[in-house]
């Protein structure tokens, strides 16, 4: 620093103020990062550190015709600044010394009038447009320009102390964490001292029960000053002391000496970051609470997936054991069959092999084949339907849960940032969208000629190896016919040895036992295609489910990842803040 504020600042002031040049440089860089800020409030920061290098930076605010340029004139000695009844400050003023006064006009938002006050050497006086004036744009400039402020001279009149609109611009101005004096001014008007007292205290205990703080109070009369400030005689004196303009001068040119003014103005981009961290914060915050939103709705679809997986694999046993029953229930036949037809008394029944295999065929066999493929073709319409209605279920959640999104971001007041709220909005709405089309689209005669095709084929061919090109019944009639014809043409052979009376009870075990072999070998390869085929078409649900929730899911645990490490670093700097804040209060 070059100027008055470095000629008073010791080495810890200096170290101090590396600190907060550090800690700014580091909040530009991230504050992209963290949320979509107002530009303009990163422009205030960097000007806030430029102005560190500047004169101490006193702003006057108030209302039109509370007596902002009046104050400013009876400080001057001179009527400097225009006054008036109406908007008479139609930009920022900035008043600064000048060996002779002079005006100069920087676009249609800044006057900078120099002027011969030896205080100005040290302080900068800005005097703004009114907070309530007629022309909004006034009370932009106004606002824009408070973050840069060192100390910030709040007038209001005896006449209507603390209107509304006092009290929401004070509001705003707290959030840059400035320090407020308060100039009750035209105390003229009242005429006793309790009257003036009375609303000191009214205006006290507005600003500490509303805006949490108990403010410095200056009453004063600007008038009374500027009429006993100019001579020197006995009845300008008395006027003088009536305006108790004195207490405020003491307060400005003594109290806040250069310590106090080094010390004030090392708060300032303390006060600017703690507004943008905490906006900041903010924002992340909303963003992590609909990340939690978005990630509860991931986990509610994987959720009603895993439970459909579950429901579908149990109920898939039942199906299976309709089927295995149907394979059991032949072989029982067939043990009866066996037990009635291979025997000494059907010796030569049994020479006619043809007989028999249609006896088998049609007291083993019997519908069977037609039980089994009814049941496959059950299980088909089961696994489609199931599937439709799981999608259904998807489509009609993530409506709803658009509409609780929407719902919520309406009530919110500004934004979590456009592009944020661009992509979780859009993929969610993708998700929703897929869903639909499924649903929309689902032809379940197509989906189940589709799953009948792998599935017939599969369970063929687990019937009879090679009997691809064969129907499923057709299958199952080929694989049980050839174990009774392998069972007849030994026994034939037996026979026709005159071994009968010896053989047949043998034999008999023998074919039964074959035949079961044979029948637990097609229920075990029955199982095992329907299985593999059922999780194949079971795994292709959920691929696609997978599949249309991925990009969302992508989104939402990156989000959360930047969203975590952002409230750590908000966090951190806030802390480093709060003890540059200590470090400061303590010199």
Not at 39 to 64: M, N, R, W, Y
Not at 457 to 478: E, H, P
Not at 565 to 579: D, G, P, W
Request: net charge negative.
């Amino acid at each position: 620093m070059t100027t008055t504020t470095g000629t008073v600042l010791q080495q810890q002031q200096r170290d101090l103020l590396k600190q907060e040049q550090a800690l700014v440089g580091e909040l530009q860089t991230n504050l992209a990062s963290f949320a979509e800020i107002d530009p303009s409030h990163i422009k205030t920061l960097q000007q806030v550190v430029t102005a560190l290098d500047e004169l101490f930076l006193l702003v006057i605010v108030g209302e039109f015709n509370s007596g902002k340029s009046a104050t400013i004139n009876a400080l001057l000695r001179e009527t400097v600044l225009k006054e008036g009844v109406i908007p008479t400050t139609q930009a920022i003023t900035m008043l600064r010394y000048g060996p002779q006064e002079e005006r100069g006009q920087h676009g249609s938002a800044l006057l900078d009038v120099a002027y011969p006050a030896d205080f100005l050497r040290d302080i900068t006086v800005v005097d703004t447009p009114g907070v309530n004036a007629v022309l909004r744009e006034h009370e932009q400039i106004t606002e824009e320009f408070i973050p840069r402020s060192d100390l910030i001279l709040f007038i209001t009149s005896v006449d209507r102390p603390f209107t509304e609109s006092e009290r929401a611009f004070l509001e705003r101005m707290r959030t840059w964490g400035k320090k407020i004096v308060i100039i009750l001014n035209k105390i003229d008007l009242l005429s006793t001292d309790l009257e003036i007292q009375e609303v000191i205290a009214f205006v006290r205990e507005h600003c500490k029960r509303l805006l949490g703080f108990e403010p410095q109070i200056f009453p004063v009369s600007a008038l009374h000053a500027k009429q006993g400030g100019r001579e020197d005689s006995q009845e300008s004196k008395l006027v003088w002391e009536k305006s108790r303009f004195g207490a405020l001068e003491h307060y400005l040119f003594e109290t806040l000496d250069e310590t106090e003014r080094v010390r004030l103005k090392l708060l300032t981009p303390l006060g600017v970051m703690r507004r943008l961290l905490s906006e900041s914060r903010s924002v992340v915050e909303h963003r992590a609470s609909l990340l939690v939103e978005d990630a509860n709705t991931i986990s509610t679809i994987e959720k009603q997936l895993r439970l459909y997986q579950e429901d579908m694999e149990r109920n898939f046993g039942l199906h299976l054991q309709q089927i295995e029953n149907i394979i059991l229930q032949m072989r029982e036949r067939g043990d009866s069959f066996f037990d009635a037809t291979i025997r000494l008394g059907r010796i030569f029944d049994l020479i006619h092999t043809e007989r028999v295999r249609e006896e088998f065929q049609q007291d083993v066999i019997g519908d069977s084949a037609a039980r089994v493929d009814a049941a496959v073709q059950q299980l088909i319409d089961w696994m489609v339907e199931q599937e439709q209605r799981f999608w259904h279920d998807v489509m009609e959640y993530l409506d709803r849960r658009k509409e609780v999104s929407a719902r919520r971001e309406s009530e919110m007041i500004g934004s979590v940032g456009k592009h944020f709220d661009y992509n979780r909005r859009s993929l969610l709405q993708e998700v929703a969208r897929t869903a639909n089309n499924i649903v929309r689209t689902y032809d379940r005669d197509t989906e189940a000629a589709q799953l009948s095709q792998g599935l017939r084929t599969s369970v063929a061919q687990a019937a009879l190896v090679g009997a691809s090109g064969i129907g499923l019944g057709a299958a199952i009639v080929a694989a049980t016919t050839v174990a009774a014809l392998d069972i007849t043409g030994v026994l034939t052979g037996v026979l026709l040895l005159g071994m009968g009376f010896y053989i047949i009870p043998a034999r008999r075990t023998r074919a039964k036992r074959e035949f079961n072999l044979k029948m637990e070998e097609l229920r075990a390869r029955l199982r095992l295609a329907m299985t593999e085929q059922f999780r194949k078409e079971l795994d292709g649900s959920a691929a696609r489910v997978n599949d249309a929730i991925a990009p969302y899911t992508r989104f939402v645990r990156a989000e959360q990842e930047r969203t975590a490490t952002a409230l750590s670093q908000i966090s951190r700097m806030e802390k480093e803040i709060h003890e540059i804040n200590a470090a400061i209060d303590r010199m």
